[in-house]
């Protein structure tokens, strides 16, 4: 009797689980985590989004400032200044838009130590006295407000960037540095001869921000000016994400390390009553010939580096900031023609045109602020 009480006390004291207890408390726990870790993905992304936005933001109030200084005009895209050592004007890439902003975003120090008169690269002659080379600036500077925190390849690097700014049509094929207004063969105006000051203005309504350079007089002070963007500040793009940008430094001015473009090959426009049809290629791309491809948002995301195209890791949008101020997502499936008359700030202007029937060059349609 003794031993039968003492196996049947030990038999109630027992403790830990069957198999079959453990397999459930194992498929609860992987249940869980299944539910939780998608919720906090998504948190940890709509906090770097909201960073990303905040970024940007700064960066296009940094914009406004610089211009509220110099008259309304925005910074050149990129500063091409003369080079005593060189007759090739390319050979000497000055500085892009965003050492001109440094002063803007708290890092003055570093712009009073930039030496304008040398290349972005340069590494041999510093701006003041015993102060570093603009190389050694650019490289090794990491400025937080310009990289977003879902590029790899910007965020926490020194010299890293991640937003362009809307440097308008251009043929990128052409024209690999020299992302100009006037050196364009574009045939708006459709009079057979392309290239024409009136092609060349036109051109120069298609972006925001244009390069200056010092051998081309009609390039000084080119970018747009706040207040005279004739589509509305808030219906016209400023800066965007490229997780492809900046392959070098921010100091880079060429327009495939610090601006994006809509590209287009050169060729004769079409003048058309009929807003169906095919128009000036212009504003009607994407059904012209002139087209090239996957200039789109998140179209060129793989790459490769120096791809002038918005692209963003946000899951199916890109951040971007308007004229005015103000930085919102775009959708990556957003209408084509919508996201193009985004990039022009002045393409709804009319122009008219001599001989031709109507007597008005029909320019791309008005944008409501609901179309996008």
């Known amino acids: 009797m003794q031993s039968r009480r003492h196996t049947a006390a030990s038999r109630k004291t027992r403790r830990g689980f069957t198999l079959i207890e453990l397999l459930v408390v194992i498929?609860?726990?992987?249940?869980?985590?299944?539910?939780?870790?998608?919720?906090?993905?998504?948190?940890?992304?709509a906090g770097r989004r909201t960073q990303c936005l905040n970024n940007i933001k700064n960066v296009t109030l940094a914009a406004l400032s610089f211009a509220?200084?110099?008259?309304?005009?925005?910074?050149?895209?990129?500063?091409?200044?003369?080079?005593?050592?060189?007759?090739?004007?390319?050979?000497?890439?000055?500085?892009?838009?965003?050492?001109?902003?440094?002063?803007?975003?708290?890092?003055?120090?570093?712009?009073?130590?930039?030496?304008?008169?040398?290349?972005?690269?340069?590494?041999?002659?510093?701006?003041?006295?015993g102060g570093e080379t603009n190389l050694i600036l650019s490289r090794d500077l990491y400025v937080e407000a310009f990289a977003c925190p879902n590029d790899d390849s910007a965020y926490s690097v020194a010299g890293g960037l991640s937003y362009v700014a809307n440097a308008g049509f251009g043929d990128s094929a052409s024209n690999a540095q020299r992302q100009s207004f006037v050196s364009e063969d574009f045939d708006w105006d459709a009079d057979g001869t392309p290239g024409t000051s009136a092609d060349d203005l036109i051109t120069k309504e298609t972006g925001v921000?244009?390069?200056?350079?010092?051998?081309?007089?009609?390039?000084?002070?080119?970018?747009?000016?706040?207040?005279?963007?004739?589509?509305?500040?808030?219906?016209?793009?400023?800066?965007?994400?490229?997780?492809n940008a900046g392959a070098t430094s921010w100091a880079n001015p060429s327009f495939n390390s610090c601006g994006f473009i809509f590209p287009v090959t050169g060729g004769a426009a079409t003048i058309d009553d009929d807003t169906t049809a095919s128009n000036v290629a212009m504003f009607n791309p994407i059904n012209a010939v002139l087209a090239m491809t996957e200039p789109y948002i998140n179209e060129k995301k793989a790459g490769p580096e120096g791809a002038p195209f918005l692209s963003s890791n946000h899951p199916g949008i890109v951040v971007v900031s308007m004229c005015d101020g103000t930085a919102r997502t775009l959708s990556e499936n957003i209408d084509k023609a919508v996201y193009i008359q985004l990039i022009t700030p002045s393409g709804s202007r009319l122009r008219t045109l001599p001989g031709s029937t109507p007597p008005v060059w029909r320019a791309e349609p008005p944008l409501s602020a609901d179309s996008y």
């Open 27 to 45: 498929s609860i726990i992987a249940t869980l985590m299944s539910l939780i870790l998608p919720v906090i993905q998504n948190a940890r992304e």
């Open 209 to 243: 921000f244009w390069n200056e350079y010092a051998d081309q007089p009609a390039t000084r002070n080119a970018s747009a000016s706040i207040g005279k963007i004739y589509d509305g500040t808030g219906n016209t793009l400023m800066f965007g994400e490229n997780i």
């Open 68 to 129: 509220s200084s110099n008259r309304s005009k925005l910074p050149a895209l990129g500063y091409y200044p003369d080079n005593p050592t060189t007759t090739t004007l390319d050979s000497f890439a000055g500085r892009s838009w965003a050492v001109e902003l440094l002063p803007h975003i708290d890092q003055q120090g570093t712009y009073d130590r930039w030496n304008k008169d040398a290349p972005h690269n340069d590494n041999t002659t510093p701006a003041v006295a």
